[in-house]
């Protein structure tokens, strides 16, 4: 990377700095004040965000209010309102081996977080996080995907004509501007992506042990058992799958269906695509595209060499790619083994819990994990058993709307978790405070100790 603009970013962690001290004096008040302006500006600014979208990801009006600017206000509703307790010392009861102690949680910023952040809901993912580091007292550099560069565009306009660049400044740029920004040091990461780049972040982190979050990918399932609603279930699942065209990071990856109502469920999931996209998706103005050539030539060679019972058609130059469904995928397939992301569902039936057992622990700690079933002895069982960052019973995607739920993955599909308060605690240090008075002291704790210890073992016994 060139030194200039090593150098520029060097200067622009320096200002954040200077600020990041003055901000930590200014008080929550200002913070608060431009979480609204904010809020107002994204108000006026919706049909440029939406028309952004489009051009991106072909995103319908309807899936870039609801999946992105919604998520966004609600967010910042949450945080106007109740920033001020967050904020706020907590006092917690004192332990009696420091009687008598007042004791309490302050809550600092890190100081200078960087972001980056994927393509896919390139607005609130880039948002949401960033409302989180703000709020709490942080600085943040924001490296968008290069993805999506016309929702890059109006994020930095967004955001500059609200923060002063000392505060937050957005980046443009690609995976070579990300490496330069990861050379220095910060105070604390953020990043959504591929696991694959997750790794490579967090190598960087390593360097300067800078604390990180990583919210990545992976495969998400979705449990069918036989007594489940095979309608509604159809219904849910093409929902989560299809909306912004596949390319949801916890979208259902695969269906493991009880070999007995697998057909059943084939037959109620076209049928569920034709109500929602018609019988040719290509034509209706409520299915997205594929980001770009590249992710599209990916998601035709998963289609090699697998049965495709529904869809499977595509366009290339226009980006389009059906609504696609797949049975039994090989196990060494590409499709059977990573991530899918994008509008191809593999449906695989099982006949027994250790056939599921099976895929499961091959294919794991996934995102999401979606259950459909009436029966709560399996539901209970399966979703102890497994890890995964979050699950849903008898819904698809439907945990991410709730911004009372931590959201997050584990091991392979990430570490931390963020969304309302949980962001203000993510993007805090919690400083623990024990203070002391001198009008009592156990003369027992300093040296010269006491000959027995059967009297201080009764004593720590009683409290
Ligand atoms: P990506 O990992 O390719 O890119 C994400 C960001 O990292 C981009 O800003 C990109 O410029 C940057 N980047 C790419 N290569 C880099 C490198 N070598 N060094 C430093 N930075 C680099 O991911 P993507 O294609 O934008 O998004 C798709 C992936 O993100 C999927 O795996 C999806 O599951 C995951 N995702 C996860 C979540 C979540 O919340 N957990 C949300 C959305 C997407």
Redesign the pocket.
Same mark, same amino acid.
Do not use: R
């Given at each position: 990377m060139e030194t200039k603009i090593l150098n520029d970013f060097k200067q622009i962690r320096k200002d954040q700095q200077l600020f990041f001290e003055k901000l930590k004096t200014e008080g929550i008040s200002s913070r608060i004040d431009h979480l609204k302006n904010l809020k107002r500006l994204i108000n006026k600014r919706e049909s440029k965000i939406i028309e952004a979208l489009s051009a991106d990801l072909g995103k319908p009006s309807f899936e870039s209010y609801t999946s992105e600017i919604l998520m966004v206000q609600k967010e910042l509703d949450l945080f106007i309102k109740n920033l001020k307790s967050w904020a706020a010392p907590k006092r917690v009861s004192g332990s009696l081996l420091n009687f008598p102690s007042k004791d309490y949680i302050l809550y600092e910023p890190y100081g200078k977080v960087l972001m980056? *952040?994927?393509?896919?809901?390139p607005f609130q993912?880039a948002l949401i996080p960033l409302i989180g580091a703000v709020a709490t007292g942080n600085t943040v550099v924001l490296?968008? *995907?290069?993805?999506a560069p016309h929702t890059t565009k109006v994020i930095a306009e967004l955001l500059s004509e609200i923060f002063p660049n000392n505060w937050v400044q957005v980046i443009e740029g690609?995976?070579e501007i990300?490496?330069a920004l990861?050379e220095l040091q910060w105070d604390y990461i953020f =990043?959504?992506?591929?696991?694959?780049?997750?790794k490579?972040?967090a190598k960087s982190a390593a360097i300067h042990l800078t604390p990180l979050t990583l919210? #990545?990918?992976?495969k998400s399932p979705c449990i069918v058992d036989g007594s489940t609603n095979i309608e509604k279930t159809a219904r849910r699942i093409i929902f989560g799958k299809f909306i912004n065209c596949g390319q949801t990071?916890i979208a259902p990856d695969y269906i493991l269906v009880k070999q007995e109502i697998k057909q059943s469920l084939i037959d109620a999931l076209i049928k569920e695509i034709e109500k929602a996209f018609g019988q040719d998706s290509s034509k209706s103005k409520d299915y997205g595209r594929i980001i770009h050539q590249k992710h599209f030539d990916k998601l035709i060679n998963n289609l090699k060499d697998q049965k495709v019972v529904y869809g499977g058609k595509y366009d290339k130059q226009n980006l389009f790619f059906s609504p696609t469904l797949v049975v039994d995928p090989p196990k060494k397939s590409q499709l059977y083994q990573e991530?899918i =992301?994008g509008p191809i569902l593999s449906i695989i039936g099982y006949n027994n819990e250790e056939e599921i057992d099976d895929v499961l622990t091959e294919l794991k700690n996934p #995102?999401a994990f979606y259950v459909f079933s009436k029966r709560k002895k399996f539901i209970r069982k399966i979703i102890q058993r497994y890890p995964f960052g979050g699950a849903v019973i008898n819904d698809s995607i439907v945990h991410f709307a709730n911004p009372n739920l931590p =959201?997050?993955?584990i091991g392979q *599909?990430?570490m931390g978790a963020y969304h309302g308060k949980h962001s203000f605690d993510l993007f805090s240090h919690s400083k623990p405070i024990v203070k002391r008075s001198f009008w009592f002291d156990l003369p027992q704790r300093y040296a010269p100790y006491p000959k027995s210890i059967s009297t201080l073992k009764w004593i720590l016994k009683k409290i």
């Open positions: 980056i *952040s994927p393509w896919n809901y993912l490296k968008p *995907s290069e993805s690609d995976a990300a490496q990861l =990043f959504t992506g591929s696991t694959t780049v997750g490579i972040i919210e #990545l990918g992976g990071c991530e =992301f #995102l =959201f997050g993955g *599909s990430g």
